[in-house]
Each structure stands twice: as structure tokens, then as C-alpha cells.
């Protein structure tokens, strides 16, 4: 191994470096995605740990769960030739986009039914102020 691979990092240098808490960093190591080695309380994570919340985090960023990582991550600790876990990634991304579709689907009839509202709203409140300009006025 050479220097490179021994670098090491504190909970603090992650936390700082990827801007989340250390309860944050915690609550990966307790979901078993981080294995951290320790010097009494102290953890002492690897290149490993910080490349694998790195990925939590991106996972995270796509929509992707946590167990759906820790499944990944199982995957490629299984098989180092990645075909079973890029296999299950290509699975994971097409639910994805799926459920975005969905979602987007979703928010489309939303927008037009608050416009229809918003339409009805405001027509109401001209006939509103046209009734009663024309009240005040009588």
C-alpha cells in the first residue's frame, strides 16, 4: 500500500468536506454503509468510507434510498466484477425514472387544476367587484 491508500479521515473532515453532520455520518454507520475503524472513541474512517458516502450521498441526491445503496454496495462487495452490480443499477435507475415520470405526470394535472382554480377565483372576484361597484353606485 502506498501513503495514498492509508489516508485517513475524521468524522469532522467528512462532515466538513460533504456540508452534513456528523449525526449524519453516525446514522450511515449505524445503517451499516460506513465501517469506520476506531482508536477508542475515535472513528477513523478510510478512502474507502469517504468514497462510499460520497456515493450515499449522490444516491440520495437521484432519489435512490438507502437500502437500495446498502443493496449496491452488498453487490459489489460480493462481486468485484460489477456486471451483478451494474446490472442492478441499470434495474434501480429505470424504476427511477419511472416513478420521476410518474411524479412529473403527477405535478402536470396538479399545475392545470390550480390554474383552472386560480382562473375561477379571479373571475369570480371581477364579477364580485363588478356587483358591487355597481351596488355602491345605485
Do not use: N, W
Not at 36 to 65: A, W
Not at 77 to 95: F, G, N, P, R, W
Amino acid at each position: 500500500m502506498t501513503d495514498k491508500d492509508q489516508t485517513t479521515y475524521s468524522i469532522s473532515e467528512l462532515a466538513k468536506e460533504f456540508d452534513i453532520t456528523t449525526r449524519s455520518i453516525r446514522f450511515y454507520e449505524d445503517q451499516g454503509l460506513l465501517t469506520p475503524q476506531r482508536q477508542g472513541q475515535t472513528r477513523i474512517y478510510s478512502k474507502r468510507d469517504r468514497v462510499r458516502l460520497k456515493l450515499i450521498l449522490r444516491g440520495k441526491r437521484l432519489g435512490f434510498s438507502l437500502a437500495e445503496t446498502g443493496q449496491l454496495f452488498e453487490l459489489y462487495d460480493a462481486d468485484k466484477s460489477s456486471v451483478t452490480q451494474l446490472t442492478t443499477m441499470l434495474k434501480l435507475i429505470e424504476l427511477k425514472k419511472t416513478e420521476l415520470h410518474q411524479q412529473l405526470d403527477d405535478i402536470k394535472v396538479v399545475l392545470m387544476e390550480l390554474i383552472t382554480v386560480e382562473k375561477r377565483c379571479r373571475d369570480t372576484l371581477t364579477d364580485a367587484r363588478t356587483h358591487e361597484t355597481k351596488t355602491a353606485t345605485e
